[in-house]
């Protein structure tokens, strides 16, 4: 299976030519998942409610999710993309999973990072495996990445691969990473964005690139610049994932003594 990532410079506000970026990216791209950016079309330093409003859509009725479905519609391709999403009154960080035959679900961030608790509700979804054919896939949204929780509960869901979209701020999570991986014996493919945000008086926020795909055994099987715009794919065995043992005698999920974890 190719999976892959596009670690790009999403313009703030500028929804069509985000759009129009990212389906640069999907022509180009040649494997079977790609996994974009966090808040991909949207941009991430918001200043008002309204205006996370205004560039947030319903989901998969929306502008966004109509153009990248016809994008990817009859192509043996599934994309992850982080946006904002609208719902009722409400305005989610969620990431959508969409395939070959069109829409196919939603995770809406569960942990909320700094100043998106201004803007957004916190995720109702919870942890949902997609089965796309070639593996299960699960979701995680950046600062999800901070409770271990998440990303075991999608690996004991059966999850192969975590999709991680992005904006990362901080140092910490590429590294982290590589345990999130080890200790759940799942890929995980996290898509950060580069670039700068600076709105209005808010402090400038810089994006630390280094999106990177990472195997169950944590070998960091690629793993992007700081700073410049890159689609990267990549060949894996996604029996790896399914094979949760470390030795003869030890399996990693059957092993937990969940009574103890109380
Ligand atoms: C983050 O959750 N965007 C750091």
Redo the contacts with the bound molecule.
Sequence with gaps: MKVGFFQFDPQFGNIQRNVETVIQAIHAFQGDLLVLP?LAVSGYQFVSKEEVWELAERVPTGPVCQQLEQAIRGRALHVVVGLAEREHDSVYNAAVLIGPNGYVGTYRKTHL?FE?TLWFSPGNTGFHVWDIGQAKVGLL???DWFYPEAARTLALKGADILCHP?????PHCPDAMVTRCLENHVFAITANRVGQEQRENKSALSFIGLSEIVAPNGQILHRASHNDSELFMHEIDVAQARDKRINPYNDLLKDRQPQWYV
């Design positions: 966090e990072f998106e949204i950046c600062f992005s904006n990362l701020v901080l």
